[in-house]
Nanobody, 123 residues
């Protein structure tokens, strides 16, 4: 069992930056692929980024590639999402997720979800 808690959301102007953090409980953090998803009002939840167990491989949605960076610190049981050059269309609730590459990236149906943190980008 993995419990996830996101933090770092807030209100930012377009062009600004935010860093989201996700703290995971349990001893199995380093055995999980970690990901970030987001859900905008009236839209379905969508994949944003994922990182493999060691942190050596990452994968991004085309809409955030070059602007967002996912990273992890296995010693701190934490995964991060650095978001730069934010746009109003990035406004959403951002969710941390955990699983394996198949569930997080291929199927976009992670085994575990956090509660989410709101990111609002004003124009």
């Amino acid at each position: 069992q993995v419990q996830l808690a996101e933090s770092g959301g807030g209100l930012v102007q377009a062009g600004g930056s935010l860093r989201l953090s996700c703290a995971a409980s349990g001893r199995t953090f380093s055995s999980n692929v970690m990901g970030w998803f987001r859900q905008a009002p009236g839209k379905e939840r969508e994949f944003v980024a994922a990182i493999n167990r060691s942190g050596g491989s990452t994968y991004y949605a085309e809409s955030v590639k070059g602007r967002f960076t996912i990273s992890r610190d296995n010693a701190k049981n934490t995964v991060y999402l650095q978001m730069n050059s934010l746009k109003p269309e990035d406004t959403a609730v951002y969710y941390c997720a955990a699983g394996n590459w198949g569930t997080v990236v291929a199927a976009k149906t992670p085994d575990y979800w956090g509660q989410g943190t709101q990111v609002t980008v004003s124009s």
